[in-house]
C-alpha cells in the first residue's frame, strides 16, 4: 500500500498524502475526518462494502510512513492517532483486521518491523489478540505456505503469549491469602472470562492448523488440485500445519494446568492447608508451565 501515498494515480491517493501532511502537522481531528469522509464517498461511488477498510488502510499507512524513521516515532503517530484507532477498532470486524494488513503490507520488506508495531497495537488494546490470530489463518495463511514464515509464527507467539501471561498473573493474584471477599470475587470473575478467551483462542488455532496438517483446507486441497502446488511442496505445508498443531495444542495444555479450573483450585487448597507454603505453590505452578513452555519453543525452533 506503498503507493497510496506515492502515487496521485492510485485509488485514494491523493487523499492518502493528505493525511500524511496532516498528521505530519498534527491536524485537527475535525479536519483528519474531512479527509476520511472523502474516502468513504468514493468508496460508497465504487460499491465497496464497508467503506471503513479503505480510510483505514490509508490512515494506517499514513501512520507507518510518518513514523517509519524509528520505532520512537511510529510509538508517538500511534499515540496521536490512538483514540482513531479504538474507534476504527470497535466499528469493524473488517477493518480491525486491515489495521494488521496495513502494518505488515508497509513493513513487508522488514517484516521484524511490524511485528514490533503489531506488539504495540496489542498493548495499547487497539488489537485484540483474536484480531491478529484470524487475520494470519483467515486472510494471509492462503493454503498455509505462510506457516514456513519465521516472522509469522514470532508475531503469533508473541500474541499469544500476552494472553497467556495475563492469565497468570491473574491466577497468582487469586491465590494470595488474606483476600477481602469482594476482591475474590473480581478477580474470579476475571479470571473466569480471561479464561474462556484464551480457550477460544487456541480452539480457533487448533481448528485452523488442523485443516492444514491433515490437508482439508480448502485452499490448500484447491491449489493441489489446480496443480498451483506440487505433490512435494502439499507434503511440506502439511508438515508445517502439524508441528505447528502440536506446538499450540501442547501450549494450551500447558495453560490449563497452570490456570485452568483444577490448577487453581488446587493451589488455593493447599495455601490453606499449609500458609507458608504459597510462595512455594505459585513458584511451583509458574516453573512447570514456563518449562513445558520451553520445551513447546524448543520444537517450533527444530520445525
Given at each position: ?217 480448502d485452499r490448500l486441497i484447491e491449489k ?34 497452570v490456570v485452568g479450573e483444577d490448577a ?7 495455601l490453606a492447608a499449609e500458609p507458608n ?27
Amino acid at each position: 500500500m506503498h503507493r497510496l501515498i506515492k502515487a496521485s494515480e492510485t485509488p485514494y491517493g491523493q487523499e492518502g498524502q493528505t493525511l500524511l501532511m496532516q498528521l505530519r502537522k498534527k491536524a485537527a481531528p475535525e479536519e483528519i475526518q474531512e479527509t476520511i469522509n472523502k474516502i468513504h464517498e468514493q468508496a460508497a461511488q465504487q460499491g465497496v462494502a464497508d467503506v471503513l477498510v479503505p480510510s483505514t488502510d490509508a490512515f494506517v499507512t499514513a501512520i507507518c510512513r510518518l513514523g517509519a524513521k524509528s520505532l520512537s516515532h511510529v510509538l508517538s503517530c500511534i499515540e496521536r492517532g490512538k483514540d482513531r484507532l479504538l474507534d476504527i477498532a470497535q466499528q469493524s470486524e473488517l477493518a480491525r483486521r486491515q489495521i494488521v494488513a496495513s502494518v505488515i503490507e508497509y513493513w513487508k520488506d522488514q517484516p521484524g518491523v511490524a511485528v514490533r508495531i503489531i506488539d504495540i497495537l496489542l498493548n495499547y488494546m487497539i488489537l485484540a489478540p483474536m484480531t491478529v490470530v484470524q487475520w494470519v489463518f483467515g486472510d494471509y495463511m492462503d493454503a498455509g505456505e505462510s506457516l514456513a514464515k519465521s516472522w509469522v509464527f514470532e508475531m503469533v507467539s508473541n500474541t499469544i503469549a500476552k494472553v497467556t501471561n495475563r492469565n497468570r498473573q491473574i491466577a497468582s493474584a487469586r491465590v494470595q491469602k488474606d483476600l477481602p471477599q469482594e476482591q475474590i470475587d473480581m478477580v474470579e470473575a476475571t479470571l473466569s472470562k480471561d479464561r474462556d478467551n484464551a480457550r477460544e483462542l487456541f480452539k480457533y488455532l487448533e481448528d485452523a492448523l488442523r485443516g492444514v496438517a491433515d490437508g482439508s483446507a480448502d485452499r490448500l486441497i484447491e491449489k493441489e488440485t489446480n496443480g498451483e502446488l506440487s505433490s512435494e511442496d502439499g507434503q511440506l505445508i502439511r508438515a508445517w500445519g502439524k508441528r505447528w498443531h502440536t506446538v499450540f495444542i501442547r501450549k494450551a495444555a500447558v495453560e490449563e494446568s497452570v490456570v485452568g479450573e483444577d490448577a487453581v483450585e488446587a493451589r488455593i487448597k493447599l495455601l490453606a492447608a499449609e500458609p507458608n507454603s504459597e510462595a512455594m505453590a505459585i513458584d511451583e505452578a509458574v516453573d512447570e508451565g514456563n518449562g513445558n513452555a520451553e520445551d513447546v519453543n524448543g520444537d517450533a525452533d527444530m520445525a
